[in-house]
T-cell receptor
């Protein structure tokens, strides 16, 4: 079955640690996105990539980094510079990076700082 | 700045009734508007997309309207069922040449048997 796989489902981070969230898609989609969701708030865009080896900052990129070395993979690193990383992280893809295309989401990773 | 608002209060309705959810936006003229369903602890699932030149879109028991003058979209679920209980998100296109979306905070619907 085609889809987006995020791992792990739950992740615990100690203060000062960097952690990497995995996102893999087998939909052959060009564009991929990372969103953050906090309780009572809408999804906020962290980073997005419209093509391999290229990515752009979203609205809340500070404290995060990404890479897009392969079309099917778009990992997100939450660095120690992100002061409030506890949240639900969602990866998405669209067939092409244009307006008007539906987004396919993974099942999310819930990150907690301990 | 662009702003999207959905009713943050949960909507509770009786099974069989029509649920109507509202999405309002300001400082923006989107070309597309999308609705997603999100269950607890899971990623959103796409439901419907409506273009700015479309007044209404239907899919089975779902209907979406898009009023660019009022800057509002209404999302209707007819003959609602307990299985329709979830959070519903509206999203607008963030720009014309990317697929990034701007989301509302979502409205939680509870359908009681």
């Amino acid at each position: 079955d085609g889809g987006i796989t995020q791992s792990p489902k739950y992740l615990f981070r100690k203060e000062g640690q960097n952690v990497t969230l995995s996102c893999e898609q087998n939909l052959n989609h060009d564009a991929m996105y990372w969103y953050r969701q906090d309780p009572g708030q809408g999804l906020r865009l962290i980073y997005y990539s419209q093509i391999v080896n290229d990515f752009q900052k979203g609205d809340i990129a500070e404290g995060y980094s990404v890479s897009r070395e392969k079309k099917e993979s778009f990992p997100l690193t939450v660095t120690s510079a992100q002061k409030n990383p506890t949240a639900f992280y969602l990866c998405a893809s669209t067939e092409w990076g244009q307006a008007g295309t539906e987004a396919f989401f993974g099942q999310g990773t819930r990150l907690t700082v301990v | 700045s662009q702003k999207i608002e959905q009713n943050s209060e949960a909507l509770n309705i009786q099974e069989g009734k029509t649920a109507t959810l509202t999405c309002n936006y300001t400082n923006y003229s989107p070309a597309y508007l999308q609705w997603y369903r999100q269950d607890p602890g899971r990623g959103p699932v796409f439901l419907l997309l409506i273009r700015e030149n479309e007044k209404e879109k239907r899919k089975e028991r779902l209907k979406v309207t898009f009023d660019t003058t009022l800057k509002q979209s209404l999302f209707h679920i007819t003959a609602s069922q307990p299985a329709d209980s979830a959070t519903y998100l509206c999203a607008l296109d963030g720009s014309s040449n990317t697929g990034k979306l701007i989301f509302g905070q979502g409205t939680t619907l509870q359908v009681k048997p």
